[in-house]
Every structure is written in structure tokens, then in C-alpha cells.
């Protein structure tokens, strides 16, 4: 992982906590920045750039998605849950 993909997640994190936090969500910005780091290099690279500079609904479907239905032990997606910016 680049210097890069590190700051692009650190972006992620902070909008998708920002816009969490409208909601009352418990999430730390943390728990977000480890779920996508452990997605993007070990499940499925991400497009960051991409999920960065998406729309607040398709950024949170995407953390949301990923906190919901990542495997954290086996490290896979479950339920056939696939983020919409995957690197292709």
C-alpha cells in the first residue's frame, strides 16, 4: 500500500465519519480506516480516488457495505456483498 492509497483512506474515513455522525453512528473514524485498509489489500483493491470523490450515498454505501459484511477473521466479503468502486 502507497503513502497514496494511506491518505485517500484517511479522506474516506473522515467524510464517511462526518456524514455518520449526522445519524448518531457509534463508528470511530479508526474502525473505518481498518475495515477498508484490510478490504484493499487483502480482499478486493478498492478504486480510492474514486470512492473519495464519490457522491455521500455511494461513499456510505460502500463503508457501510464493507463494515457490515466484511469477514474480519476469514477476510472475505459475505452475503455477496461487493463495494461499488473496486479497482477494475
Same mark, same amino acid.
Given at each position: 500500500?502507497?503513502?497514496?492509497?494511506?491518505?485517500?483512506?484517511?479522506?474516506?474515513?473522515?467524510? @464517511?465519519?462526518?456524514?455518520?455522525?449526522?445519524?448518531?453512528?457509534?463508528?470511530?473514524?479508526?474502525?473505518?480506516?481498518?475495515?477498508?485498509?484490510?478490504? %484493499?489489500?487483502?480482499?478486493?483493491?478498492?478504486?480510492?480516488?474514486?470512492?473519495?470523490?464519490?457522491?455521500?450515498?455511494?461513499?456510505? %454505501?460502500?463503508?457501510?457495505?464493507?463494515?457490515? %459484511?466484511?469477514?474480519?477473521?476469514?477476510? @472475505?466479503?459475505?452475503?455477496?456483498?461487493?463495494?461499488?468502486?473496486?479497482?477494475?
Amino acid at each position: 500500500m502507497t503513502p497514496e492509497d494511506l491518505n485517500l483512506i484517511d479522506d474516506i474515513a473522515a467524510r @464517511a465519519l462526518t456524514i455518520l455522525a449526522r445519524v448518531g453512528s457509534q463508528t470511530t473514524k479508526l474502525d473505518i480506516i481498518m475495515d477498508l485498509t484490510a478490504v %484493499h489489500t487483502k480482499v478486493v483493491p478498492l478504486d480510492l480516488q474514486r470512492l473519495r470523490d464519490a457522491t455521500d450515498f455511494n461513499l456510505i %454505501h460502500d463503508v457501510c457495505g464493507i463494515r457490515a %459484511h466484511l469477514d474480519r477473521e476469514n477476510l @472475505a466479503m459475505k452475503d455477496y456483498f461487493e463495494p461499488r468502486f473496486v479497482r477494475r
